[in-house]
């Protein structure tokens, strides 16, 4: 007997920031190498329009994007900032999310008074009066999360921020924070791709499922690394994707991406790449098909030991 593809449902086609929330393009675009190069607001807004064109809406950035170890702290926001400046018409076409939290040298911070502030330089850096999803970028351990979710609750209320999200967080920092929100998380964005597989083990996926998140994968290609793979562990990795890419007529990273989306608690890839033509291929995530025996073909290659 052949065996049937993974539902389509678990590809949903459109999906939403938390149950029934904001809804958004399966695939997000990420601005985290957005300033790099010295990128000029031209050539930004040419690889905003190739995200919105190729039906990518769910834009992703953060206050540190631009950040380069000594200064470059909120370029990335500021370039956006300018390409809705030059277009304005653009804002409506997209749903925006940013994040804040980490300062350097200060490594994370999430007191209420440097929250409210990160939060306002945010929407002042990308001028706009609100963004759609804000995100804690990594959890600071010195704050009590009693605080941090008075201070969210707050910016929802005073419409700066539309919902609420984490990054890099543990299940039990998700979960306390959530706990003492009255305005609950919509996401949670965990490092995953078929090089990082920790997330469909360890409880996190199964958490998001069971509290309503939206999961959004960063580094989904591994920041490059499963485009050119090096280490025998990665070329395995690939090869398992090669053998569906080539079935389906896509590249490997678009099968990546698909690989990614296949998983039933919705995950949303965020493609860092900033080429325009890599970009608008993304979207060819979405007529990708998976059978079971196909996805943990590729989970096995990335345990590197067979299943139990
Ligand atoms: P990625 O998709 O894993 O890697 C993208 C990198 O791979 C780019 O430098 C891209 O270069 C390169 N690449 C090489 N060949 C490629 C190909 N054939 N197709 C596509 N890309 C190729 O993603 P990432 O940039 O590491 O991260 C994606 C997003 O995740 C970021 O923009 C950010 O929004 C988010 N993120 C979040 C966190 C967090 O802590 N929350 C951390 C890191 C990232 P080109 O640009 O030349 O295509």
Redesign the pocket.
Same mark, same amino acid.
């Given at each position: 007997m052949s065996e049937l593809p993974l539902p389509p449902e678990s590809r949903v086609l459109g999906r939403h920031l938390g149950a029934g929330g904001i809804e958004v393009s399966p695939l997000a675009w990420?601005?985290?190498?957005l300033a790099d190069n010295g990128r000029s607001a031209a050539d930004a807004a040419k690889l905003v329009h190739a995200a919105l064109d190729a039906g990518i809406t769910f834009l992703?950035?953060?206050d540190i994007?631009g950040f380069d170890g000594n200064g470059g702290f909120g370029d990335a926001e500021v370039l956006l900032g300018e390409v809705l400046a030059a277009e304005p018409g653009l804002r409506d076409r997209m749903v925006l999310a940013t994040?804040g939290g980490i300062l350097p040298p200060l490594p994370y911070d999430q007191s209420a008074d440097y929250l409210r502030k990160a939060i306002d330089d945010s929407l002042a850096r990308l001028k706009v009066d609100s963004v759609d999803l804000w995100q804690i970028?990594?959890p600071d351990i010195l704050a009590h999360p009693q605080e941090t979710a008075r201070v969210l609750d707050d910016v929802v209320a005073s419409g700066k921020v539309r919902s609420l999200g984490v990054? /890099?967080f543990t299940i039990h920092q998700t979960a306390a924070l959530n706990h003492l929100l009255g305005t609950k998380l919509v996401t949670t964005?965990p490092?995953i791709?078929a090089l990082r597989i920790d997330c469909f083990e360890n409880g996190e996926l199964d958490q998001a499922m069971m509290l309503g998140l939206t999961p959004m994968a960063?580094?989904?290609?591994?920041?490059?690394r499963?485009?050119?793979p090096e280490t025998p562990r990665d070329k395995a990795v690939a090869a398992a994707l090669d053998s569906v890419a080539e079935a389906q007529g896509v590249?490997r990273?678009v099968c990546a991406y698909s690989w990614l989306m296949a998983h039933p608690a919705g995950i949303i890839p965020?493609?860092?790449?900033? /080429?325009a033509e890599?970009i608008a291929e993304s979207a060819e995530a979405l007529k990708v098909r998976w059978t079971r025996t196909d996805w943990y073909a590729v989970l096995v290659a990335a345990r590197g030991v067979p299943l139990p």
């Amino acid at each position: 007997m052949s065996e049937l593809p993974l539902p389509p449902e678990s590809r949903v086609l459109g999906r939403h920031l938390g149950a029934g929330g904001i809804e958004v393009s399966p695939l997000a675009w990420g601005m985290w190498r957005l300033a790099d190069n010295g990128r000029s607001a031209a050539d930004a807004a040419k690889l905003v329009h190739a995200a919105l064109d190729a039906g990518i809406t769910f834009l992703d950035t953060a206050d540190i994007y631009g950040f380069d170890g000594n200064g470059g702290f909120g370029d990335a926001e500021v370039l956006l900032g300018e390409v809705l400046a030059a277009e304005p018409g653009l804002r409506d076409r997209m749903v925006l999310a940013t994040k804040g939290g980490i300062l350097p040298p200060l490594p994370y911070d999430q007191s209420a008074d440097y929250l409210r502030k990160a939060i306002d330089d945010s929407l002042a850096r990308l001028k706009v009066d609100s963004v759609d999803l804000w995100q804690i970028h990594r959890p600071d351990i010195l704050a009590h999360p009693q605080e941090t979710a008075r201070v969210l609750d707050d910016v929802v209320a005073s419409g700066k921020v539309r919902s609420l999200g984490v990054s /890099n967080f543990t299940i039990h920092q998700t979960a306390a924070l959530n706990h003492l929100l009255g305005t609950k998380l919509v996401t949670t964005q965990p490092e995953i791709s078929a090089l990082r597989i920790d997330c469909f083990e360890n409880g996190e996926l199964d958490q998001a499922m069971m509290l309503g998140l939206t999961p959004m994968a960063w580094s989904p290609l591994g920041g490059g690394r499963l485009a050119v793979p090096e280490t025998p562990r990665d070329k395995a990795v690939a090869a398992a994707l090669d053998s569906v890419a080539e079935a389906q007529g896509v590249s490997r990273t678009v099968c990546a991406y698909s690989w990614l989306m296949a998983h039933p608690a919705g995950i949303i890839p965020i493609i860092g790449s900033q /080429n325009a033509e890599r970009i608008a291929e993304s979207a060819e995530a979405l007529k990708v098909r998976w059978t079971r025996t196909d996805w943990y073909a590729v989970l096995v290659a990335a345990r590197g030991v067979p299943l139990p």
